[in-house]
């Protein structure tokens, strides 16, 4: 019976303890970078969206956002630079709203 935690981390680590998950990697090749999309063909499955693309040496190129059931070939993927600004913004907002809630020092 899982205690439902309310950290994503916390519930995947508690479904990966009773087996009911396990990470799992597929290889492909990059087809195509058209703006900041890419195109390959690592099968990716309901759910993948928002997971990384790797290069081969391990780094984050982009994050998986959909793909064209029934149809090899059609992965598709957001480009880390197009990525880039979003997440930097993210950390700023993230920063501000710690900072609002700290105890103020006087």
């Known amino acids: 019976r899982l205690a439902f935690r309310r950290d994503d981390q916390g519930a995947a680590n508690e479904l990966a ?3 009911l998950i396990r990470p799992s990697a ?3 090749h990059l087809g195509d970078v058209v703006g900041d999309k890419l195109i390959y063909d690592a099968p990716t499955a309901h759910g993948g969206s928002g997971g990384p693309v790797f290069n081969s040496r391990g780094e984050v190129i982009g994050i998986n956002a959909a793909y064209i059931d029934g149809f090899s070939g059609g992965t598709l993927g957001i480009s880390i630079d197009a990525l880039r600004p979003l997440i930097q913004a993210a950390q ?3 920063l501000a709203t710690a900072k609002e809630q700290s105890p103020s020092k006087k």
């Open 26 to 28: 597929t290889c492909g």
């Open 92 to 94: 700023k907002q993230n």
């Open 17 to 19: 303890a009773l087996s």
